[in-house]
């Protein structure tokens, strides 16, 4: 099961820190993703951190976001600062085995940007 909080309204320029809790897994043995979704839009992906010194965002990060993870918490984070209005989407998790197509996806933290 992954648990996603720290969504919530924020003004453009500010920030936010989501995490991702995982239980009933293995966390090490899982690379972690965030997605987003906006209203109308596909979800697009957003960040993935495979190790602590492999990680990997999309272009439309621009350096705004960091991705995280600490195996002891079972918890994936994503730092954003200097939020976008465009940034505003529902913000979910997803962690996928190594080496597998097995995965599994919380249900999502909502992010308003204004």
């Known amino acids: 099961q992954l648990v996603e909080s720290g969504g919530g309204s924020v003004q453009a320029g500010g920030s936010l820190r989501l995490s991702c809790v995982a239980s009933?897994?293995?966390?090490?043995?899982?690379?972690m993703y965030w997605y987003r979704q906006a209203p109308g839009k596909e979800r697009e992906f957003v960040s993935v951190i495979y190790t602590i010194d492999s990680v990997t965002y999309a272009d439309f990060v621009e350096g705004r976001f960091t991705i995280s993870r600490d195996n002891a918490k079972n918890t994936a984070y994503l730092q954003m600062s200097s939020l976008k209005p465009e940034d505003t989407a529902m913000y979910s998790c997803?962690?996928?085995?190594?080496?597998?197509?097995?995965?599994?996806w919380g249900k999502g933290t909502q992010v308003t940007v204004s």
């Open positions: 997803k962690a996928r085995f190594r080496g597998s197509v097995t995965e599994y």
């Open positions: 009933g897994i293995t966390f090490s043995d899982y690379i």
